[in-house]
């Protein structure tokens, strides 16, 4: 077993110091000798009193269309596990938080052709829209972000822009939208008038339009938000968005492609039979 560094000054001097035990798991404890602290080494799953296994498929499950109380009706059966609605929850804007930061250090290869598209959405009683990016070649889900009002700016259409940006690492040849003229004004701010071309739909005259790909993109948010009602707040709104991001790329097989959309991305981060557990891991090493 490789020793870790010491996580509190992170030095590499550490002995063993015997075991950690507790209702779920096992875990070697780790004695530092520069600052005499004994701590276990992280592995994504930090301070929780419930084991791995069982947070990453409440998470999955409610990514696959089951509401929080019916996970926890479902560990309660099946696996003797007693997580209330609200802990899961927490399971989901925790871990996130934690992926994103990781995934947000990744370089997909893409397309080059990005369709945006956006959604009316209610956050805690209040209007609001969320908008989405999402790349043509790839079904490689960009950005995502939630804005309050029920106005749609430029300002609003060129952050949604700017972050997918920064996932992609790189400005696209052609950006495809509805005929928002917020588009145009967000695209030159954001992507270059040069740089991207701009196509815009506004209407659907022989039944298939070039958005076709993110308005299903659309669709698949809309099911799984429709009846939900735990977005109570704009903060935890968005980290559930950043959770469905996650699970959209990383977990779900794409019924077209017949792979996830991170792999058809080349991004091989092969993260096993259960990917948000790989995932997790992955953003704590």
């Known amino acids: 077993m490789k020793a870790p560094t010491c996580r509190f000054c992170g030095s590499a001097n550490v002995i ?58 479902h560990l309660r059966r099946h696996h003797h596990r007693q997580p209330s609605w609200t802990t899961i929850w927490r399971w989901i804007h925790r871990f996130a938080k934690q992926v994103k930061r990781f995934v947000a250090r990744l370089a997909p290869k893409l397309s080059g052709e990005w369709q945006a598209d956006e959604m009316h959405l209610r956050v805690g009683g209040k209007d609001g829209w969320n908008w989405e990016v999402m790349d043509a070649g790839t079904r490689f889900w960009l950005a995502s972000t939630l804005t309050e ?56 005259r022989e039944g298939k339009g070039p958005t076709n790909l993110i308005e299903r993109k659309i669709q698949t948010t809309r099911m799984r938000t429709k009846t939900m009602r735990c977005l109570k707040n704009w903060e935890k709104g968005q980290d559930w968005l950043d959770a469905a991001r996650i699970h959209y790329n990383f977990v ?6 017949k792979k996830t959309p991170a792999e058809a991305a080349g991004l091989n981060l092969r993260p096993g039979r259960n990917p948000w557990l790989g995932l997790i891991s992955l953003s704590a090493a």
């Open 16 to 73: 063993k110091a015997g075991k950690r035990y507790n209702l779920n798991s096992t875990k070697q404890r780790w004695k530092c000798k520069a600052c005499g602290k004994r701590s276990v080494e992280d592995d994504g799953f930090l301070h929780l009193w419930y084991d791995k296994w069982s947070v990453t498929e409440g998470i999955d499950l409610c990514h696959e269309g089951l509401s929080t109380r019916k996970v926890e009706r």
């Open 149 to 204: 009002g029920w106005e749609r700016t430029e300002r609003q259409a060129e952050a949604v822009l700017n972050l997918a940006r920064e996932q992609a690492k790189e400005r696209p040849k052609k950006l495809t939208t509805d005929g928002l003229p917020a588009y145009e004004h967000g695209r030159v701010w954001a992507l270059g008038w040069r740089e991207c071309e701009h196509e815009r739909c506004v209407s659907w």
């Open 252 to 257: 779900r097989i794409h019924m077209t492609l």
